[in-house]
C-alpha cells in the first residue's frame, strides 16, 4: 500500500528519516479554506535504530509539528515512517490481535493524551513521548479487567472507521451527515429493506463506490451515525471557546464483539504488575455492520440494463457526468501539498490503496440496481482537461489556473488472498502454539513485501524464485511471529515444488524485537539467491539468529514441540 503514496511535501527533506507520533489538534486553512489541516507530530529517527517503536530511536530535542490537510489523513499513520518526504514501507510498531474485544459504554471512555490515571500518566513518558499532542483525545478501552489496558488516539478512530477517503474526510471534519446530507447522498432515494437487511444508496457524484459501504453504516445504525457527527459537533463546541486548534472527539461506530487487528506498542502499567498497549494504527476490525447487502446507485448513472433491446436508442439519452480520461502518467510521483486550492480546470487524479479492513463485509459485494431503461449515456469531458501537474491538492479546488491537481484518496477493497493449501499444517500448527502456556504466535498479515520469495532475475527468466517458471507463478510465502518471554521469533515456510524438500526457518534478533518486513524481504532475497538452502545463506545481516527445522513431525503437536524446542535452547 504505502509505495502508492505521493511525496507529501510538509514532512521534512533532509535525507532523514521521520517517524510520526502522534496526532495534534485541527486547525483551519486560510491558505485552503475547504480543507481544514490537522497536526501530525514527527521526530528524526536515530541512525543505527531497529526497534523504530523505542522512545529511545528518535531525537527528541529536533521533534516538530506540520500540518496537512484532512484530505491526506488517510495516507497517514502514527509510526508511519517518512524519508525525503516519501513513506516508507516500514513502520513502527508491533502487530497484535485483541480477541473477543467488547466494545460497548461500559468498556470505552473518552480520555486525553495527558490524562493521570491513579496518579500516574495515562501514557507514560518512558515508554512513548507525545510532544504537542497531550491535548488530543484518545479512547481508553477495557482489556483483560484493566479499563485503560488499550489507548487508541480518536484520530486514529476517525482516519480508520470514518474518514477512509478524502472526500468522507472532508465530510465528516465538515458535519455533512448532519448538517448537509444532500452533498452526500439523495436522501429521498435512500432506505432500508429490513426483511433483507439490505441497505439503498443513492451516492452523489462525488463519492466513491467503495465510499458506500462507510455511508451505509453512518446512516443506519445509531452508533457509527454519533460517531460520525460527533467528530464535528465537538469541534464546533470548541471553535465558540475560540481555541486556535481543535481536538475532536469521536465513537465506535457499532457496539458488540470485535477481533481487532492493530499495530501497537506495547506499554508496562505504572507498577509493573502488566501490559497495556498504545494502538499507533488500527488494520482490521471484525465489529458489526447494520445490514448484510447493500444496494448502490449514483446521480446520472449511465448503467444499462440487462435487455439491451429495451434500452433507448443513444441519440436519446441525456449526457451522464464526464469520464476522466487517463492521462498515463503516475501520480505516486507528484507532491501532495496543502497551502494552495486545486485548480477544477485540470483533470483531476485518484490515488488507490487496497484496503481489507471490516471483517464483516468479506462475503458482500457492491450490488448495482438493475434498470428497466436507461436515460443516460457516457460522454467525453464537457471541457477541456489539461494533463495533471506533479503538484496535487486535496481541497474542493478553484476554478483558477494555479496548477494545482485535484486529488482525492480512495480506498479499494480487496479480500485477503488465502494461503495456500500447502500452508494448512502450518497455520494449525501457530494456532496450537498460541493457546499454549507462555506463548503468543499469529501468521503475520500478508503483504506485498513479504507474500511472495523476491526474483533475483528478470522477470522473463527462469528461475528458483518461481514456483512455475512458464506461467510467471511466484512461490508464496507465510510468515508467523512467536512471542515467548518478551523475545519475538519468526518462523518461515514458502512454497514447493513437488518433489523438492526444504527447511523451515526459525529467526531472531539478539535485542529479542520483531524482523520487521523491510529485513525479512532483505532474508527471502538471499534465500532465492541461495535456491532456498538457508543453511547456505550465513552469515545473515543484522546479526540474525538462524534455526532450521526439517519437515518430519507427524502430527501438529510434535511439529509446534519442534519449535518451541528450538526457542527453549536457543537458536
Request: proline share 7%; charged share 25%.
Amino acid at each position: 500500500m504505502r509505495k502508492a503514496i505521493p511525496r507529501i511535501k510538509e514532512f521534512p527533506d533532509d535525507g532523514r528519516i521521520w517517524r510520526v507520533d502522534w496526532f495534534g489538534g485541527v486547525e483551519r486553512n486560510h491558505m485552503v479554506p475547504t480543507e481544514p489541516k490537522i497536526q501530525l507530530i514527527i521526530s528524526p529517527l536515530l541512525d543505527g535504530v531497529t526497534d523504530y517503536a523505542a522512545s529511545s530511536a528518535v531525537n527528541h530535542e529536533e521533534r516538530r509539528t506540520i500540518s496537512i490537510g484532512v484530505g491526506q489523513l488517510p495516507l497517514v499513520t502514527i509510526g508511519s515512517l517518512w524519508l525525503n518526504r516519501r513513506c516508507l514501507v516500514e513502520t513502527a510498531g508491533k502487530d497484535k490481535i485483541f480477541h473477543n474485544l467488547a466494545i460497548s459504554p461500559d468498556t470505552v471512555r473518552l480520555v486525553k493524551s495527558d490524562a493521570k490515571v491513579d496518579g500516574h500518566p495515562l501514557i507514560l513518558k518512558r515508554f512513548h513521548q507525545i510532544g504537542p499532542g497531550l491535548a488530543a483525545n484518545c479512547l481508553a478501552i477495557k482489556w483483560r479487567d484493566d479499563p485503560y489496558g488499550i489507548i487508541v488516539p480518536v484520530a486514529e478512530i476517525i482516519r480508520f472507521y470514518y474518514a477512509t477517503s478524502t472526500d468522507l474526510a472532508k465530510a465528516t471534519f465538515a458535519g455533512d451527515f448532519r448538517h448537509d446530507l444532500g452533498s452526500i447522498v439523495n436522501p429521498a432515494e435512500c432506505g432500508f429493506n429490513e426483511q433483507e437487511k439490505r441497505c439503498l444508496l443513492k451516492l452523489r457524484k462525488e463519492f466513491a463506490d467503495a465510499d458506500a459501504w462507510i455511508i451505509g453504516r453512518i446512516l443506519n445504525n445509531q452508533e457509527a451515525f454519533e460517531g460520525a457527527t460527533l467528530i464535528h459537533d465537538s469541534m464546533i463546541k470548541e471553535a465558540v471557546q475560540n481555541k486556535p486548534l481543535l481536538y475532536p472527539e469521536a465513537a465506535f461506530p457499532f457496539i458488540g464483539s470485535t477481533n481487532l487487528r492493530a499495530r501497537v506498542k506495547p506499554m508496562r502499567t505504572p507498577d509493573d504488575s502488566d501490559w497495556r498497549y498504545i494502538v499507533f494504527a488500527l488494520e482490521h476490525c471484525t465489529g458489526p455492520f447494520p445490514f448484510n447487502a447493500i444496494t448502490c446507485d449514483r446521480d446520472n448513472s449511465n448503467l444499462r440494463p440487462e435487455k439491451g433491446e429495451d434500452d433507448l436508442p443513444d441519440d436519446q439519452k441525456k449526457p451522464a457526468f464526464p469520464t476522466k480520461p487517463d492521462s498515463g502518467k503516475n501520480m505516486t510521483y507528484g507532491e501532495l501539498q496543502s497551502d494552495n486550492e486545486p485548480s477544477n480546470n485540470m483533470q483531476s487524479a485518484v490515488i488507490t490503496l487496497p484496503e481489507d479492513r471490516f471483517g464483516a463485509l468479506s462475503s458482500m459485494e457492491l450490488e448495482k440496481p438493475e434498470k428497466e431503461m436507461c436515460h443516460y449515456i457516457s460522454t467525453d469531458a464537457v471541457r477541456p482537461l489539461a494533463l495533471p501537474t506533479d503538484v496535487l491538492g486535496t481541497g474542493d479546488g478553484t476554478y483558477s489556473d494555479n496548477g494545482v491537481t485535484p486529488t482525492m484518496v480512495e480506498t479499494e477493497r480487496v479480500r485477503q488472498t488465502p494461503l495456500p493449501v500447502s500452508f494448512e499444517n502450518f497455520e494449525a500448527m501457530i494456532r496450537y502454539l498460541d493457546e499454549l502456556p507462555g506463548y503468543q504466535a499469529r501468521v503475520r498479515p500478508i503483504k506485498d513485501s513479504i507474500a511472495h520469495i523476491p526474483l533475483t532475475k528478470p522477470r522473463w527468466t527462469r528461475q528458483w524464485s518461481y514456483l512455475d517458471s512458464g506461467h510467471k507463478i511466484k512461490r508464496a510465502v507465510v510468515i508467523a511471529d512467536i512471542i515467548h518471554k518478551q523475545k519475538t521469533y519468526s518462523l518461515i515456510e514458502f512454497q514447493w515444488r513437488e518433489g523438492e524438500a526444504f527447511k523451515l526457518a526459525l529467526m531472531s534478533l539478539p535485542s529479542g524485537v520483531r524482523l520487521s518486513d523491510e529485513l525479512i524481504n532483505k532474508l527471502l532475497y538471499i534465500l532465492a539467491k541461495k535456491n532456498g538452502r538457508w543453511e547456505n545463506a550465513k552469515p545473515l545481516p543484522a546479526d540474525i539468529r538462524l534455526a532450521t527445522l526439517k519437515h518430519t513431525w507427524p502430527c501438529i503437536g510434535a511439529y509446534a514441540d519442534a519449535v518451541t524446542s528450538k526457542i527453549i535452547t536457543g537458536i
